[in-house]
C-alpha cells in the first residue's frame, strides 16, 4: 500500500501521531507520512479544532515576533552601514582638504625653488662678471703700475700653476 507524503509545519507534526515504525528509515526530514490506521472520533472533536487554531495563533505570532525581530536587526544593521559610510565620506573630505593644502605648499615651495634657480643664475653670471672685471683690473694694475708685461703675468701664473 503506498503512503502520500506532505511537508508538515513542525508544530503540525506534533499534532499527528506517528510512530517510529511508520515512518521511513531515509525519509527527508521535512516530509512526514500519514499514519495508516484511522483517527479515533473522539479524538477528532471540536476541541481539537480549537487547539490547532490555538497553535496556528500562535505559530503566526511567533512568525510575526521573527519578523520583527529581522527588522530591527536589519534596521540596526543600516544605520551602522550608515554612520560608518558618513565616517568615511568625513575621512575623505579630510584627506581631500589635506591633499589640496599638500598640493598647495608643493607649488609654492616649487615657485619659491624656480625663484631661487634664477637669482643663483644670476648670481653666477654676475659673479663671473666680476670675476672678469677683477682680472681685467688685476691686468691693468700690472701693467700700469708694475710695468709689467701681460704675458709675463701668464707665465707666472702657469708656473704657480
Known amino acids: ?76 544593521l543600516c544605520r551602522s552601514a550608515l554612520e560608518k559610510l558618513r565616517f568615511a565620506e568625513s575621512r575623505t573630505e579630510a584627506a581631500e582638504k589635506a591633499l589640496n593644502i599638500a598640493e598647495s605648499r608643493t607649488a609654492s615651495a616649487e615657485a619659491r625653488l624656480s625663484a631661487a634657480e634664477i637669482r643663483a643664475k644670476k648670481a653666477e653670471t654676475w659673479a663671473r662678471e666680476l670675476d672678469q672685471a677683477l682680472a681685467a683690473l688685476e691686468e691693468a694694475i700690472r701693467s700700469k703700475l708694475l710695468g709689467e708685461n701681460p704675458s709675463a703675468y701668464v707665465s707666472r701664473r702657469g708656473a704657480a700653476a
Open 1 to 76: 500500500m503506498r503512503r502520500s507524503k506532505v511537508a508538515l509545519p513542525h508544530w503540525l507534526r506534533e499534532c499527528i501521531q506517528v510512530t517510529d515504525q511508520e515512518q521511513e528509515p531515509e525519509r527527508d526530514e521535512n516530509v512526514m507520512a500519514f499514519p495508516k490506521r484511522p483517527i479515533e472520533p473522539a479524538k477528532n472533536d471540536g476541541q481539537s479544532a480549537i487547539d490547532l487554531v490555538y497553535q496556528a495563533a500562535e505559530v503566526v505570532g511567533n512568525l510575526q515576533a521573527h519578523a520583527r525581530q529581522t527588522e530591527i536587526r536589519a534596521q540596526t
